[in-house]
């Protein structure tokens, strides 16, 4: 059972570690609390499968046009709705909140309550130590590497991971050292809902999914950002395996009680706080912590 445990664990970590570094990294810069993050995550598994299945695209071409679009509506919600109001958390969350549920019922409009999947972006599977792991499992795999390896490189040798880690730091600061805040602000959300993009598309084939499957991984997500400290990436990518890890033994050696993996999921993440209440890495985002 041991590997497919890791498979499972590093498979569904990967997903919530996309999830929960794009949320992270927004609040962390822009000080918003998206709580519409899962809701993007949504529509790109709705948009693979329309491309995928409706339109008879590859994966390529369905993914291509996925997330670039997704990313700009992230963007568009940024430019004409929070970026105005994002002094106001509360103002924030009721516009965030609003939008994933516009947003859920769109599609409930559109592709009716139907359960779908989208067909394997890479068909087949390999035996690994006598144990079937599809492709898709793989290139999940292989996916979340490198989008966290090319996000660490951008977030520290790069212009804009520098404005990024400056305007966290010190907004004013960063202003009057010639920074943009406005445009890295923008910049933030768009990397943000384009990780949210990304993590759609390599769910969708792996996951059910309907139009109010938003809901669920934003109670996981929300529970990593805090788990690993808040607007801390590292943190966020560490507590999102930890969470994997628990909801993958539940299903494996508690079969009968698998629908209560989040609950156990949870109930870790409660105990760790009451050991370290700021979290596995702290409350600042600090460049360290990139």
């Known amino acids: ?30 000080h918003i609390v998206n709580l519409a993050h899962t809701a993007f995550f949504m529509v790109a598994a709705y948009g693979m ?6 339109q008879g695209w590859g994966a390529l071409e369905s993914a291509a046009v996925t997330v670039p679009a997704v990313t700009l509506l992230g963007i568009l919600v940024y430019r004409f709705l929070l970026d105005r109001v994002r002094q106001h958390a509360q103002v924030v969350l009721l516009i965030t909140v609003a939008l994933a549920m516009l947003l859920q019922e769109a599609l409930l409009l559109v592709f009716q309550s139907h359960y779908r999947t989208a067909p394997p972006l890479i068909p087949g599977s390999q035996s690994i130590l006598g144990t079937v792991v599809t492709n898709q499992q793989l290139l999940i795999l292989g996916a979340v590497a490198v989008v966290m390896v090319v996000m660490w490189l ?6 804009l991971g520098i404005a990024i880690r400056a305007t966290a730091q010190d907004a004013e600061i960063a202003n009057l ?17 384009g990780l949210a993009a990304v993590a759609g598309v390599l769910m969708a084939p792996v996951w059910v999914f309907h139009p109010h499957i938003w809901m669920s991984p934003l109670t996981m997500v929300l529970a990593i950002v805090i788990l690993g400290g808040l607007g801390s990436i590292k943190g966020s990518v560490i507590g999102a395996f930890i969470m994997g890890l628990v909801e993958t033994l539940v299903i494996f050696l508690l079969p009968q009680h698998g629908y209560m993996r989040m609950a156990f999921a949870l109930l870790a993440m409660v105990v760790i706080l009451a050991v370290r209440p700021e979290g596995l890495f702290g409350t600042v985002f600090e460049e360290e912590k990139l």
Do not use: H, N
């Open 49 to 54: 499968w329309f491309f995928m299945r409706e």
């Open 154 to 159: 951008a977030l520290t040798k790069t212009r």
């Open 177 to 193: 050292m010639g920074i943009s805040i406005p445009r890295t602000l923008m910049m933030t959300m768009a990397i943000g809902t």
């Open 1 to 30: 059972m041991i590997t497919p445990i890791i498979v499972q664990t590093l498979t569904r970590g990967g997903l919530y570690a996309l999830l929960a570094s794009g949320m992270s990294l927004i609040f962390g810069v822009a």
